[in-house]
């Protein structure tokens, strides 16, 4: 099986286009005249570039909108595209019978000749929703799934027999961190018959009033039966009773070791609008060099290390912002470096940054602005004694640390207010879904 996506093409990359990634993922545009002054970076190693809005309706055609947008097409239909030789002889045609991505796991089993199980070591088992799709090798005809609901952040759908309801919320996918109010005036549901109009370009809810109504009684139920409400949006609460449970949380304060390499950003104390302190317990020879720890990559993150034995530490702000402290040559012997950062307050600010060694400032520098939300979601990780990802500084790819590492401390030293810390909830939401 090859399934030629996993949503429409993507217009997180916003109007003008993006340089670095990090940038629209903390919710930040950039300035397009600098865009243009630094075109000649596309493609290439210095940026993680994303393409603008134009090209992401150009790749979703000839269907409506894009990723994010469950309510059209064009933020979920994929082409796909089966070979089984010896049983699948009708080669090299098309089906139209209407399927979902839950369809697959279910047409695998049917293939392999086996029944998923009711439980997994003791753990009763939900059961597949989803339709086996092998009764279409032989033949196109119709379809046995009949039904189906469509739900991103409140952009929503429902498909019955040959007729889909559509319902686009009202946020642009490029807009990131904006809410609206459900069955609000900028909403509107749409219909569409997609056995006759495949690109759902003949909206019929004024020609059916009747069939719609039904429709969109039967996404509330469909709803109802699969755990789709309560609906969110970019908006939405995410505390409280509704906040998903989390290994950190109320922990400020957490030791690493070399042990830690390729840690997952949500799994390390998080240094994000606020104050904070890195300390490092070294022993040291003369000359050391290599990455102490690092967070991020070349596109946003924090790094501390050596090189010819001084000690530095690098704050990455989306890859343009870069602000590098550094000491003096580190004698032989055991030492603590840290890197404290007092913050102005707010949402993704600035603050002054001071590199200390055993307790005494060695170097001071102004950070006019800070990462918000997320360092990476590219695959980027915390390490301890190398830097596995690509390089937060001047430095090259896994830059083994030659010093001995006893720990190292990330410390959060005061907390953002409600409202920050609510922005950085429904951030990190927003940019784990433009990974999607």
């Known amino acids: 099986m090859y399934l030629s996506g996993d949503n429409g093409a993507s217009a997180e ?17 950039e300035d397009p005249e600098w865009l243009l002054d630094h075109l000649d970076d596309f493609g290439t ?39 089984w030789p010896g049983t699948i002889t009708d080669t090299g045609r098309l089906r139209s019978q209407f399927h979902h991505v839950i369809d697959i796991a279910p047409t695998i089993l049917e293939a392999a000749g086996i029944s998923a199980p009711d439980k997994v070591k003791g753990i ?22 009949v039904t189906q609901y469509f739900e991103i952040l409140g952009n929503r759908a429902i498909y019955n027999d040959g007729w889909i309801a559509s319902c686009f919320h009202g946020r642009v996918p490029w807009i990131r961190m904006q809410g609206f109010d459900f069955d609000g005036s900028q909403e509107r549901w749409e219909l569409y018959d997609v056995k006759n109009d495949f690109s759902q370009s003949v909206d019929l809810a004024a020609e059916h009033p009747e069939l719609l109504a039904e429709l969109v009684e039967m996404f509330d139920a ?5 755990g789709v409400y309560p609906l969110r949006d970019a908006g939405s609460r995410r505390g409280g009773e509704l906040a998903v449970p989390h290994v950190l949380r109320g922990l400020n304060t957490m030791t690493y070791t070399s042990a830690h390499v390729r840690l997952p950003e949500s799994t390390v104390v998080r240094l994000k609008n606020c104050s904070w302190r890195i300390s490092s317990e070294l022993v040291t020879d003369v000359e050391d060099r290599g990455v102490i720890a690092c967070q991020g990559g070349n596109m946003s993150g924090w790094s501390m290390w050596l090189d010819e034995g001084r000690p530095h530490f690098t704050y990455n702000c989306f890859g343009r912002d870069i602000t590098t402290v550094s000491g003096p040559p580190l004698g032989p ?14 949402f993704g600010q600035g603050g002054e940054l001071v590199l200390t060694v055993d307790e005494r400032a060695v170097a001071h520098a102004r950070v006019e602005r800070t990462v918000p939300v997320v360092f990476s979601i590219s695959g980027e990780t915390f390490d301890v ?17 030659s010093a001995k590492i006893v720990g190292v401390t990330l410390s959060r030293l005061n907390e953002p207010g409600d409202a920050v810390q609510a922005a950085e909830i429904e951030g990190l939401f927003r940019a784990g879904l433009s990974t999607q």
């Open 222 to 226: 469909e709803a109802r039966e699969f």
């Open 385 to 401: 004694g190398t830097d596995t990802g690509s390089p937060v500084g001047p430095y090259r790819h896994d830059f083994k640390c």
């Open 45 to 83: 190693a210095k940026c993680e570039n994303h393409f603008n809005v134009g090209w992401a309706w150009a790749l979703d055609s000839p269907f409506q909108w894009m990723k994010q947008v469950a309510s059209h097409f064009g933020g979920t239909r994929n082409g796909l595209a089966i070979e």
């Open 124 to 145: 009763p088992q939900m059961p597949l929703h989803g339709t086996p799709m092998g009764y279409s090798f032989p033949a196109d005809g119709p379809s046995r799934r």
């Open 13 to 29: 990359g916003t109007i003008h286009g993006a340089w670095s990634a990090p940038s629209f993922q903390n919710g930040v545009h």
């Open 333 to 346: 012997g055991a030492h603590l470096v840290e890197a404290l950062f007092d913050y102005d307050g707010g």
